[in-house]
């Protein structure tokens, strides 16, 4: 996986926990919660955001972001 998402990765979880824990206390059941997080965790997860995310970032900057800049550089001679 690209290092930029995920770094995206990461702070999208931080705050879809946060929904999750309010949602598990605010659904009267566990089989809402359950079908709720389901979907959420699928659309903010590898089947939804992160592989668009993926080809967006592709499509910007090419498939070399997050890489050191260093491999297209000449190495001099001695």
């Known amino acids: ?17 946060r929904i999750l824990a309010s949602a598990e206390v605010g659904l009267p059941t566990q089989h809402q919660f359950l079908a709720l997080r389901k979907v959420a ?9 992160l592989p668009e995310l993926e ?17 297209r550089k000449e190495v001099p001679y001695e």
């Open 55 to 71: 080809l967006l970032i592709k499509r910007h900057y090419g498939s070399d972001i997050g890489r050191a800049n260093t491999a």
């Open 1 to 17: 996986m690209n290092p930029l998402v995920e770094q995206i990765q990461k702070l999208v979880n931080i705050h879809l926990d």
């Open 41 to 49: 965790l699928d659309e903010f997860g590898k089947k939804g955001l």
